[in-house]
C-alpha cells in the first residue's frame, strides 16, 4: 500500500484546505485509516479517524467542530477538511493506513504534507 498526502499549504489564520491522502496498491485491506500531525518540537498526534465504511469518525479535542474527515471508497482517497485554522495547527500532516494482511495488523505512513498557518 502507497499513500501520498495533498493539499498542503500556506493560509492566514481563518482559512480553510483540504488535505488528500491518495491510497495505491493493495487497497482493498485497509481498514482505518487516520489523519496525524507533527509540529516541531512536539510528539506526533492523532488529528482523525475514520472506518473502513466511513461511517465512524474520531476527532482529538482540538479539531472538532472545525476538521472533519471524510473518505471516498471508489476514488482510494481520504480528505481531511480544515476550516477556522489556527497558527496552532501548524505542522507535518501525514495518513495513515491500517492494513490486515498476512495475520497481522501493518501501518503504513504517507510522506506528509506542509501546513503553515499564519496569524
Known amino acids: 500500500v502507497q499513500l501520498v498526502e495533498s493539499g498542503g499549504g500556506l493560509v492566514q489564520a481563518g482559512g480553510s484546505l483540504r488535505l488528500s491522502c491518495a491510497a495505491s496498491g493493495d487497497t482493498i485491506r485497509i481498514d482505518a485509516v487516520g489523519w496525524y500531525r507533527q509540529a516541531p518540537g512536539k510528539q506526533r498526534e492523532l488529528v482523525a479517524t475514520?472506518?473502513?465504511?466511513?461511517?465512524?469518525?474520531n476527532y482529538a479535542n482540538s479539531v472538532k467542530g472545525r476538521f472533519t474527515i471524510s473518505r471516498d471508497k471508489v476514488k482510494n482517497t481520504v480528505y481531511l477538511q480544515m476550516r477556522s485554522l489556527k497558527s496552532e495547527d501548524t505542522a507535518v500532516y501525514s495518513c495513515?493506513?491500517?492494513?490486515w494482511g498476512w495475520g497481522k495488523w501493518t501501518d503504513y505512513w504517507g510522506q506528509g504534507t506542509q501546513v503553515t498557518v499564519s496569524s
Open positions: 495513515n493506513a491500517r492494513v
Open positions: 475514520i472506518s473502513n465504511s466511513g461511517g465512524s469518525t
